[in-house]
Nanobody
Framework: QVQLVESGGGLVQAGGSLRLSCAASGIMYSYNVMGWYRQAPGKQRELVATITSGGNTNYADSVKGRFTASRDNAKNTMYLQMNSLKPEDTAVYYC???????????WGQGTQVTVSS
């Protein structure tokens, strides 16, 4: 079993920055993919960014150039640096782990990000 704990959410003005963290505890396979997803009120959960254990990243078009995913494998922690935040970035942000080649799926409890205009 793996547990994921997000932190770093909060309230920020448009144009500001926040850094989210996701700490994983438990057995992490050498190959895994960690990701950030978000869900705004009344909308479906959507992909924000993913990063493989090898450091390859993928971003949603809406955040490219503004958000940066990174990870510290020694600490089993993933980060999301969010710059130039917009009100439409307001959502609950969830950490996800797909662990191993069988892609065992885990989710964190979510952290609220609110961007005021």
């Amino acid at each position: 079993q793996v547990q994921l704990v997000e932190s770093g959410g909060g309230l920020v003005q448009a144009g500001g920055s926040l850094r989210l963290s996701c700490a994983a505890s438990g057995i992490m396979y050498s190959y895994n993919v960690m990701g950030w997803y978000r869900q705004a009120p009344g909308k479906q959960r959507e992909l924000v960014a993913t990063i493989t254990s090898g450091g390859n990243t993928n971003y949603a078009d809406s955040v490219k150039g503004r958000f940066t995913a990174s990870r510290d494998n020694a600490k089993n922690t993933m980060y999301l640096q969010m710059n130039s935040l917009k009100p439409e970035d307001t959502a609950v942000y969830y950490c996800n782990l797909r662990n191993g080649v069988r892609a065992q799926d885990y989710w964190g409890q979510g952290t609220q990000v609110t961007v005021s205009s």
